[in-house]
């Protein structure tokens, strides 16, 4: 079946650095890909939909300028939290369909990131 | 983002019992409706889903019964065993795409 790998599955980093955390689809194309956040024993807020070769769309409330998005392949997309601070440790999934507008996501294993 | 209300919060049922999970949605333009499982530090991983043109859809132990004209669909795992034990999510979508997910399951199975 489809698989997503993401990277690293966990990350510890000091309040103001950035973290970069990488999306791929391993055996299939995927034009889109969406990154979703999770707080413990919550629900998966997607944050902003990653569009290959064009800017990504952010939901309302999440900051665009904190969290970049770069997609510039069809098997790669990756976050960067940009000067991050303790309140922006979290739980990090990425997801992926193939271009295929009837194939159904699948997701990463997600990205814990703890920022001390 | 439009809203998926999902219950039980959370449920406990004996090895062999059959976990019921409720999810009911608002907007009428969705016609995809996935269920994950997700275990502690892990992604989701979809289990089944089912498009609005079919009132049922099964594959193993896993049943998901959908009512499009009172916009609600359920979950059912029968034959459940404590391996079953994890978090299960409803979602829904205008295709298979951007998901709008329920507020989450606790599953327990218990011996």
């Known amino acids: 079946g489809a698989v997503v790998s993401q990277h690293p599955s966990w990350v510890i980093c000091k309040s103001g650095t950035s973290v970069k955390i990488e999306c791929r689809s391993l055996d299939f194309q995927a034009t889109t890909m969406f990154w979703y956040r999770q707080f413990p024993k919550q629900s998966l807020m997607l944050m902003a939909t990653?569009?290959?070769?064009?800017?990504?769309?952010?939901e309302q409330g999440v900051e665009k300028d904190k969290f970049l998005i770069n997609h510039a392949s069809l098997t790669l997309s990756t976050l960067t939290v940009t000067s991050a601070h303790p309140e922006d440790s979290s739980f990090y999934i990425c997801?992926?369909?193939?271009?295929?507008?009837?194939?159904?996501?699948?997701f990463g294993n997600g990205t814990r990131l703890t920022v001390t | 983002q439009q809203q998926v209300k999902q219950s039980p919060q959370s449920l406990i049922v004996q090895k062999g019992g059959i976990p019921i999970i409720n999810c009911a949605y608002e907007?009428?333009?969705?016609?995809?409706f996935p269920w994950y499982q997700q275990f502690p530090g892990k992604g989701p991983a979809l289990l089944i889903a089912i498009r609005p043109d079919v009132s049922e859809k099964k594959e193993g132990r896993f049943t998901i019964s959908f009512n499009k004209s009172a916009k609600q669909f359920s979950l059912h795992i029968m034959d459940s065993q404590p391996g079953d034990s994890a978090t299960y999510f409803c979602a829904a979508s205008m295709g298979a795409s951007k998901l709008t997910f329920g507020t989450g399951t606790r599953l327990q199975v218990t011996l």
């Open positions: 990653s569009n290959e070769g064009s800017k990504a769309t952010y």
């Open positions: 907007n009428t333009a969705f016609d995809y």
């Open positions: 997801s992926a369909a193939a271009t295929d507008f009837e194939s159904p996501l699948h």
